[in-house]
């Protein structure tokens, strides 16, 4: 079995979860890709991080600061806009509603196979 994730699956709740990880703590980018990781999510690299942040940003669903940083170049801190909230909460709402969606039909009784020999 894999542990890895479906990237289609992936690129619909990517921002989401990006979303709820900065409403529990404003956070810079490796951070993010670090509490992703830490979350399961460990094929998720910063390669597909930093351009979500970027776009969520763009979309004033998130603000940033920079923080002078004692090992390098000054950090980009993200944080939820109120916008970015009202977001989440949409999409909370949207994927409960998916998620019952699908368990419900998986939930069905699958008929049982054809015997091997017949079409």
Known sequence: MTTSHDPQLLKGVLSMVLLHLLAEKESYGYEVAQ???????????????????????????????????????????????????DSLHAASAAWARHVAGVEAVLARP??????????
């Open 35 to 85: 509490r992703l990781q830490a979350a399961g999510f460990a094929d998720v690299l910063e390669g597909t991080v930093y351009p979500a942040l970027t776009r969520l940003e763009r979309e004033g669903r998130l603000a940033t600061r920079l923080v002078p940083s004692p090992s390098g170049p000054a950090r980009k801190y993200y944080r939820l806009t109120s916008t970015g909230l």
């Open 110 to 119: 699958l008929p049982d196979p054809p015997e091997k020999g017949t079409s």
